[in-house]
């Protein structure tokens, strides 16, 4: 972004306010599935709330501000937080994508979920198998299923390139659906579907070398 | 658009359908297809239902108007 005209104080708070903070929910939230704490959530929250008013001059006013701060709060949990809090860095991402080829090869088939009780049911694992997911793959689901951002948006938030976006993506999904079907059928929840021919079965996609 | 008939090809469709990221004449052929093949219509149906779950499942903290307050108090003195 193009640097601006010198923006009053009262002109950086205006637009913090009016464009930045309502974003503080959906921030919060991708914050909590990369920290796993709420606490840690809300600091990594307020630590990009006070990067971005400090290069508020760097925002164009009107654009997309979201993005913006999804891109502040990623870069600051991967080169501030993470190191401070001691998270690993990428959790047995190969031996986890490994383990799960046989998964993601054989079935990915994933149930019918309309019934409101197992909706139900299904509420805390849903949360549960995000965030067992290995980062790159979390991120971004969190950016695209959750938050609703295309491919291109994504891409430049987690600087990779448009086909790993699509490939994490297609990787992910997969592996949330084994676990959550793994989930249902353990509640009882059989899928007469289950072993019936599924285009990700025989699927080769989502198999590159991820970033 | 070639009309896909290979069925990873048409699961990539709807994915990328549903994360609209198809443009406007394969989103027509690929609708078009939904309807008319049970099949495609079942693959759309799940995976949209997963969409769906994952969304409404996923858990999102509350923010409270103190930690909101605490935020801009702290923009106004730094």
């Known amino acids: ?150 491919y291109e948006e994504i891409a430049k938030i987690i600087d990779i390139p448009v086909g790993t976006v699509r490939s994490r993506l297609h990787r992910g999904r997969n592996i949330l659906k084994v676990q959550l079907r793994d989930y249902a059928e353990k509640q009882g929840f059989a899928d007469p579907r289950t072993h019936v021919s599924d285009p990700e079965s025989q699927d080769g996609a989502g198999k590159e070398e991820l970033k | 658009m070639k009309e896909p008939n290979n069925p990873n090809d048409i699961h990539n469709k709807v994915s990328m359908y549903l994360d609209g990221a198809l443009n406007e004449e394969d989103q027509d052929n690929l609708l078009r297809s939904v309807a008319e093949d049970p099949n495609i219509s079942r693959m759309y149906n799940r995976e949209k239902s997963f969409r769906d779950l994952i969304r409404s499942n996923v858990k999102r903290p509350i923010v409270s108007q103190e930690f909101i307050q605490t935020i801009k108090d702290n923009i106004k003195k730094d």
């Open chain 1, 1 to 150: 972004m193009e640097d601006k005209p010198f923006l009053s104080r009262e002109e950086s708070i205006r637009i913090f306010e009016k464009e930045l903070l309502p974003h503080i929910t959906a921030l919060t939230t991708f914050a909590y599935h990369l920290t796993l704490d709420e606490a840690d959530a809300e600091d990594l929250v307020q630590e990009t709330y006070l990067k971005a008013f400090k290069s508020i001059e760097k925002y164009m006013e009107g654009t997309n501000a979201k993005a913006w701060l999804f891109k502040i709060l990623k870069n600051g949990y991967i080169n501030d937080f993470r190191k401070r809090t001691k998270r690993p860095n990428r959790v047995d991402f190969e031996d986890f994508v490994n383990y799960h080829d046989s998964d993601d090869d054989n079935n990915s088939g994933f149930l019918d979920l309309r019934e409101e009780l197992f909706d139900q049911l299904m509420g805390d694992e849903v949360t549960r198998a995000i965030n067992s997911l290995p980062i790159d793959f979390r991120t971004v689901i969190l950016l695209c299923d959750i938050e609703g951002f295309t």
